[in-house]
């Protein structure tokens, strides 16, 4: 029995172009993916803001997904450059006081929790996980 | 049942970082007096894992400083941040309490926010891998 293997120039290159287009697929999908996890997160972030007038909540930004040699990455969050509000009560934007929301556990609120973005995604980083495999086996047929 | 955080305050108080629990140090809470206070405060970590023992705990450490001197606060946080790298990288906090853990500072320490009394409070968070409480 005999077995032939046989590589030229154009199959060298047919196969190069379609690991390319496998690896742009996967990009594609997990870029997809990933926005709508990042808006996932948010949705349980806003069940978790304290809400008093409602301007930190109405400050939510979900930005769009950046590909970059370091990865793919979305910010997502409140209080960006554009999706910061006055708050109607203080008059202060919700910039100046979000991170302070955030972090500050030591305030009781009525309603919501400090941490409210944090716990959202460490309570959710098994779905991330998923939601990437997802992605992958998607884009490469699996 | 050993408390994590109560572990943390005294090993900060034998590395003579403070004076001790309740004296300079608060868990849970942060009083209105002194100025010049350290709080911990444990807050949802990500939990247990799907393979083999242990969970990551998180809290949050800060420090406080009077109106007088707002350097306290910084640097104590950041006293307290370079106490807490360990070369070995695993700390094994009380030995007679089989708590052992991973210690990741998750953020260096930086102005959190000032409190009503316009007394900046700095902090960062950590996050604690343990097998036990």
């Known amino acids: 029995m005999k077995a032939v293997l046989q590589i030229d120039k154009n199959s060298i290159k047919e196969f190069d172009m379609s ?3 496998i690896r742009e697929r996967v990009m594609e999908s997990c870029e ?7 808006s996932y997160v948010m949705d349980i972030s806003d069940t978790f803001i ?5 301007a930190a909540k109405g400050s939510r930004f979900e930005e769009d997904v950046q590909v970059s040699m370091q990865g793919i990455t979305v910010r997502v ?3 960006n450059a554009e999706s910061t509000q006055i708050n109607p009560e203080t008059g202060k934007p919700t910039s100046q006081y979000v991170y302070e929301l955030h972090e500050d556990l030591m ?4 309603t919501g929790q400090a941490k409210f973005l944090e716990n959202a995604v460490t309570a959710n980083h098994r779905e991330f996980y998923e939601r990437m495999a997802k992605a992958v086996r998607q884009a490469i047929g699996g | 049942m050993g408390d994590l955080l109560l572990d943390i305050v005294e090993y900060l108080d034998s590395e003579d970082i403070v004076e001790g629990d309740a004296i300079d140090t608060f868990r849970d809470f942060r009083p209105h007096t002194p100025d010049q206070v350290v709080t911990l405060q444990e807050y949802a970590g990500p939990g247990g894992f799907s393979y083999g023992e242990g969970s990551a ?7 406080r400083g009077s109106t007088e ?11 307290i941040y370079n106490a807490l790298l360990f070369e070995e990288g695993v700390v094994d906090l009380r030995p007679d309490h089989d708590i052992w853990g991973i210690i990741t500072r998750l953020q260096t ?18 996050s604690f891998t343990t097998k036990s409480d």
């Open chain 1, 19 to 21: 690991l390319e287009r």
């Open chain 1, 32 to 38: 997809t993916e990933l926005a709508e996890y990042g």
């Open chain 1, 50 to 54: 304290p809400v008093d007038t409602g």
């Open chain 1, 77 to 79: 969050g409140y209080s």
């Open chain 1, 107 to 110: 305030v009781h609120h009525p």
């Open chain 2, 57 to 63: 705990r998180r809290f949050q450490i800060t420090a």
């Open chain 2, 69 to 79: 001197d707002p350097n306290w606060g910084r640097a104590k946080a950041w006293e």
């Open chain 2, 109 to 126: 320490p930086h102005k959190l926010f000032n409190d009503r009394n316009d007394r900046a409070i700095y902090g960062f968070n950590v």
